[in-house]
């Protein structure tokens, strides 16, 4: 059990409704629903009397209540005395983020630092990884979030978490693949809608089915993620993209898509940063929140990662 658990818990109970404490806390329904069941198989006892008018505190409930609102009012007061006594971070951060990651976590990051940080103006930059990394060599970025692994050209890569990649098309298509894991291999046949040469995800789709004993042809060449989806959605052909990027029309019945690979094929994330000077302490504070919103995203179910999650050869 965690403060995060205790803080949507006492949530819960004051708004006597898990509905509502959804709405306050920007979390799905059915991941508080699992916070409190966890809760309660931890403790052997209910906490929650569940009705269909909403919850009320058991004994149990209302004890755990109280101790938790004590815990966290407490804890929130230690960390608040610790910020005090260091210098509060200030000044520019210019971060840039692929759209695929974008999408997800540039307005939780946003209002995180706006919380933590009120003293940080935060730019976000939206593009594919290829313009990302090509700022990041200008020096025209403090942070960057890309898909490749960057050594030299003054620059500091480091991987943070794993996603896995999926074959996509409309629904219904004649050609579409049979079964599932689809065969690197037999996408080259396919009509590709895919990112340039110099975008990460392309290189690895290169060399994936490179590995596998083909080559891709003729490719559709498209650098925009919402362009991509856009035309394959219209029946233009097949793409490649994160599970992650195509869960929400997929689970509209706009697309569908099939594993690529055995195992399955995946990508790695990179938090990537200028080598030649030193971080400012601004830059060091969004890069901490980038990860620990990242981790926040995983735990809740709004970011999928397939069966990835936070790199195990991520160190801050």
Not at 30 to 49: C, D, K, Q, Y
Not at 73 to 98: K, T, W, Y
Not at 99 to 109: A, H
Not at 134 to 149: P, V
């Amino acid at each position: 059990m965690d403060f995060r658990q205790l803080r949507y818990f006492v949530t819960i109970a004051e708004a006597q409704s898990f509905s509502r404490a959804a709405m306050f806390l920007n979390v799905a329904q059915p991941a508080l629903s699992l916070h409190v069941r966890n809760m309660e198989a931890e403790l052997g006892t209910e906490l929650l009397i569940r009705t269909p008018q909403g919850v009320t505190p058991t004994e149990a409930g209302t004890l755990l209540l109280d101790r938790a609102r004590m815990l966290l009012a407490d804890f929130e007061s230690a960390l608040q005395e610790v910020r005090d006594l260091a210098e509060e971070p200030a000044g520019e951060v210019h971060i840039g983020l692929p759209g695929t990651i974008s999408e997800l976590l540039s307005v939780p990051l946003i209002l995180k630092v706006r919380e933590r940080h009120p003293k940080i103006h935060l730019r976000v930059a939206e593009a594919m990884s290829g313009f990302v990394l090509s700022w990041l060599q200008e020096g025209d970025l403090d942070l960057g979030l890309i898909y490749t692994a960057v050594s030299g050209h003054g620059l500091r890569s480091t991987p943070v978490l794993t996603e896995e990649l999926r074959l996509f098309a409309a629904p219904g298509r004649a050609d579409a693949p049979a079964s599932e894991p689809v065969d690197p291999a037999t996408i080259a046949a396919l009509p590709l809608i895919l990112p340039g040469p110099t975008h990460g995800l392309r290189a690895q789709m290169d060399r994936e089915v490179e590995a596998a004993g083909s080559a891709l042809g003729t490719v559709t060449e498209v650098d925009s993620y919402n362009a991509i989806k856009d035309l394959v959605a219209r029946g233009a052909g097949f793409s490649v993209l994160p599970v992650n990027a195509i869960a929400r029309e997929e689970a509209a019945g706009e697309l569908q898509s099939w594993t690529l690979g055995t195992p399955p094929i995946r990508r790695t994330v990179h938090i990537v940063q200028p080598e030649g000077r030193p971080a400012s302490k601004a830059a060091l504070a969004v890069r901490a929140l980038c990860v620990e919103t990242l981790e926040e995203l995983i735990a809740e179910g709004r970011w999928l990662t397939g069966a990835g999650a936070i790199s195990e050869s991520y160190t801050p």
